[in-house]
Every structure is written in C-alpha cells, then in structure tokens.
Nanobody, 126 residues
Framework: EVQLQASGGGLVQPGGSLNLSCAAS????????IGWFRQAPGKEREQIAC????????YVADSVSGRFTISRDNAKNTVDLQMNSLKPEDTAQYSC???????????????????WGQGTLVTVSS
C-alpha cells in the first residue's frame, strides 16, 4: 500500500506562488493516479487536480485552471502542485490521495482509493 504525505503549505500573499509536494512511500507508486484535494472551513472537500500513473494525463478543476499545475516525478516518488496567482479563496487544507483514473470521457479521477493522511495548510492573506 502506498502512503502519501503532503507538505509545503504556509502563508502567502495574494498573487503569490507556492509549491506543494506529495511524497509517497511503499511500492507501486507509478501504478496509481494521484489527486490533490482541498477543504476550506465550512466548505465541502474539492478535488483540485489529478495525474495518472505515468504523468501523461492530467485533470485540473475549473476553479484553479490556468493557475495550478500538477506534475509528478516517479523516480522521486513525488507529485507536486505548483500554485500561482494565489487568491484568498484558495485558503484551505490541502491533501493528496491515491485515486482511480477514468478515460471514458475527458480524463477524470472520480474516486479516492487510498486512506486520507494529514494535509498541509495554505493561507493566502495580505
């Protein structure tokens, strides 16, 4: 079973950038799609982006499209989320998890397959 740990959060000003990293331990990392999620206080958890096992297919949510980029380095067992042009509404707890990959239409990762770990807090404020 792959275990995932998110890191890289912190306090950043609006318009700034931050890179989050999802580090994996365990075997079979490159066999699995990985998703990034966020949950703000009082809000539903939202999938921000996902990437398939080889890194050739990605999904980015409309709410962050054009500002966030997901990538992976399977040699390092990491999936990164580069966040640019950050807005106060991006403030949330960010987590990563193993997800499935669906190619039946536009590429999507509709289901969480692995257990949730502790996320990393991103605060966007001036």
């Amino acid at each position: 079973e792959v275990q995932l740990q998110a890191s890289g959060g912190g306090l950043v000003q609006p318009g700034g950038s931050l890179n989050l990293s999802c580090a994996a331990s365990g075997s079979g990392f490159d066999d699995y799609a990985i998703g990034w999620f966020r949950q703000a206080p009082g809000k539903e958890r939202e999938q921000i982006a996902c990437i398939n096992g080889r890194g050739g297919s990605v999904y980015v949510a409309d709410s962050v499209s054009g500002r966030f980029t997901i990538s992976r380095d399977n040699a390092k067992n990491t999936v990164d989320l580069q966040m640019n042009s950050l807005k106060p509404e991006d403030t949330a707890q960010y987590s990563c998890a193993k997800v499935d990959d669906d190619y039946s239409g536009h590429f999507r990762c509709p289901r969480v397959l692995g257990p949730w770990g502790q996320g990393t807090l991103v605060t966007v404020s001036s």
